[in-house]
Each structure stands twice: as C-alpha cells, then as structure tokens.
C-alpha cells in the first residue's frame, strides 16, 4: 500500500546517522525547513513574547501554497503523581485543557483530536502524540507529541495550512518527532488530509 511505503521511507529518512537519536538541541532542519533565530526580551508592540521553554523553531518555506512551522519546547514541570501523560499534555498545553474537569476521564476527551496514541518507547518513556485540525477562518492542521525523558518533558508542535502531502507529512513528523530521541512512530500516524475538525 502506498501510506505503507511512505511509512517506511520516513522512517528509513529518520534512522540516518546524522539524525537518529542526537538530541532535540542538535536537531538539523529537514530539506524545504530553515531555523528561525529565538530572540529573547520583552516583546514590542502586538508581538507576542517568546516562550521560556522554547528550544527551536523552523518554518518550511518549500511551497507557494503550504505553509508549516515546528516549535519545540522544553518543559521542566513534572506531571502530577497518578495523572496519566495524555492528560497532563491536554490540560497543560491544549487550547481547550482548562475545560477538562478534574473527575472527567481520560476517555471524555480523547474525541477532542481526530488521532490520539499514547504509548512507550523501549527506554521506557511515555510519549502521546495527537493531530487535529484547527477552527479558524484558513484550514490548519496541528500535529504534537510529548515525550517524558528524565527531568524534561519534550513538546514539538507543527502547525501546517492548509495540508500538505501525506508522504512529506509523514517524514516530517519522523524527522521531528521521533529522530530526536531515537523513539518509535506510532502505529497508527498519518495525516489529517479530509479530516474536520472535532471541536
């Protein structure tokens, strides 16, 4: 099948040795992608101010009619004892995570996103990725995935509009996601292509 072959070519593109397990810090831009410089300090006028936590950012500019930007983030928060790491991710860092009420289960709003996948790499770190597409008046597509290493819970949001190709889709997020830290892709990733959103 063709989303198959794609699969395995991302995750061939994300083993290579320049890439494969080097770190969010060292992390190079995929073909198409270039490095936005963070600027620290008080913000100016209507900009907004740069996160603490923000490690990197690339935006992809490839494309007359596709617009992407990655961010990656490095949080030092630890998630609450007995709290499960889909949870925390969404009522830390998703646009609507202050709405989840503190009896409502993990199941309640998991049909927030249109692909969820919590799971562990050999390592033993919890991860959770999920995508949805965004409400607004231009189509875009969010896709973000946490994984918990250590003292460092790592965040990489890649905001994409409209859409783009499910074979570029799928190497970047074996690129940015799990290359980094040498982690597995979940079984179920693809992109959001007709996908509406759920919200």
Same mark, same amino acid.
């Given at each position: 099948? %063709?989303? $198959?072959?794609?699969?395995q070519r991302a995750a061939a593109a994300a083993r290579a040795p320049d890439r494969w397990g080097k770190g969010y810090r060292a #992390?190079?831009?995929? %073909? !198409? =992608?270039h490095a936005v410089p963070i600027t620290r300090g008080a913000a100016e006028d209507? @900009? #907004? @101010?740069t996160p603490a936590d923000l490690v990197a950012r690339f935006e992809y500019d490839d494309h007359e009619y596709i617009s992407?930007?990655?961010?990656? =983030? $490095?949080?030092r928060a630890p998630r609450p004892e007995g709290q499960s790491l889909f949870r925390h991710a969404a009522r830390s860092f998703d646009a609507n995570g202050e709405d989840?009420?503190?009896d409502a289960e993990d199941d309640s709003f998991v049909n927030w996103f249109d692909r969820v996948a919590e799971f562990q790499d050999e390592k033993g770190r919890s991860i959770v990725e999920w995508a949805y597409v965004e409400k607004g008046c231009e189509r875009a597509e969010l896709y973000e995935r946490f994984i918990e290493d250590g003292e460092h819970l790592w965040h990489v949001s890649m905001e994409v509009m409209p859409t783009a190709p499910e074979e570029d889709l799928l190497l970047w997020m074996a690129l940015f996601f799990d290359a980094p830290l040498a982690g597995p892709a979940p079984a179920n990733?693809? !992109? #959001?292509? @007709?996908?509406?959103?759920t919200r």
């Open positions: 099948m %063709p989303a $198959d072959a794609a699969r #992390l190079k831009p995929p %073909p !198409g =992608f209507g @900009e #907004l @101010e992407a930007v990655v961010q990656v =983030f $490095d949080h989840i009420p503190d990733r693809r !992109g #959001l292509g @007709e996908g509406k959103t």
